[in-house]
Every structure is written in structure tokens, then in C-alpha cells.
Nanobody
Framework: QVQLMESGGGSVQAGGSLNLSCVAS?????????KAWFRQTPGKEREAVAR??????ITYFIDSVKGRFTISQGKNTVYLQMNNLQPDDTAVYYC?????????????????WGQGTQVTVSS
């Protein structure tokens, strides 16, 4: 079983930056095929922000974050560097990870999820 723990959330003003981290631990945590970031606001469905495969392939799912957010990975860790944050980026951000291709291609089916970290952007 893999556990995911996010950190780095907080409150910033518009135009500010945050760097989210998610550390994977537990048995076989170093062998996940992909990791991803999601976000969710009250009353809305959780949406995928970005995904990175262990081999390095990256996809951004939200047009408005392209050029502002950067997903990257280290040993057992996935990061989300968020620059020029806007109030619409306010959400709880979740880390997710998948073991197999079916969990990664349809990333909403990721097997492992973190508890989330709050990001609040004020205007």
C-alpha cells in the first residue's frame, strides 16, 4: 500500500507562488507508474491539474494553468510549482498515484490519494 502526503499549501495574494510537494511512502511506493495533482472547490467535481509518468511524460489538463504551473518529480516525490496564482486557483489540491497504465491513462481512476492541502488566493 502506498501513502501520499501533501504539503506546501497556504494563502497568498494574486500573483504569488506556492510549491506543493507530495511524498509517497509505503511498500512499493517507488514503483508507481504515474503521479498527478488534482484540485477541488466546494460544489464542484475534483479535476485533474497535471500528471507525470515515472518516465517523465507530462500532461497538463487545465488550459488556464499552462505556463503558470509546473509538475516535476524527485525520488518518491511529486511537486507542483504554481506561479502567478489567481483567485480561481483557490481549491483543495490533492496528490494521486497509479500503479498501472489503466489507472494512469484515466487518471481519475488513480489508486492512491492524499488527504489534500488547501490553497487560497486572494485578490
Amino acid at each position: 500500500q502506498v501513502q501520499l502526503m501533501e504539503s506546501g499549501g497556504g494563502s497568498v495574494q494574486a500573483g504569488g507562488s506556492l510549491n506543493l510537494s507530495c511524498v509517497a511512502s509505503g511498500h512499493n511506493s517507488q514503483y508507481t507508474m504515474c503521479k498527478a495533482w488534482f484540485r477541488q472547490t466546494p460544489g464542484k467535481e475534483r479535476e485533474a491539474v497535471a500528471r507525470i509518468f515515472a518516465i517523465g511524460t507530462i500532461t497538463y489538463f487545465i488550459d488556464s494553468v499552462k505556463g503558470r504551473f509546473t509538475i516535476s518529480q524527485g525520488k518518491n516525490t511529486v511537486y507542483l510549482q504554481m506561479n502567478n496564482l489567481q483567485p480561481d486557483d483557490t481549491a483543495v489540491y490533492y496528490c494521486a498515484a497509479g500503479d498501472y497504465l489503466d489507472q494512469c491513462q484515466s487518471i481519475q481512476n488513480a489508486k492512491y490519494w492524499g488527504q489534500g492541502t488547501q490553497v487560497t488566493v486572494s485578490s
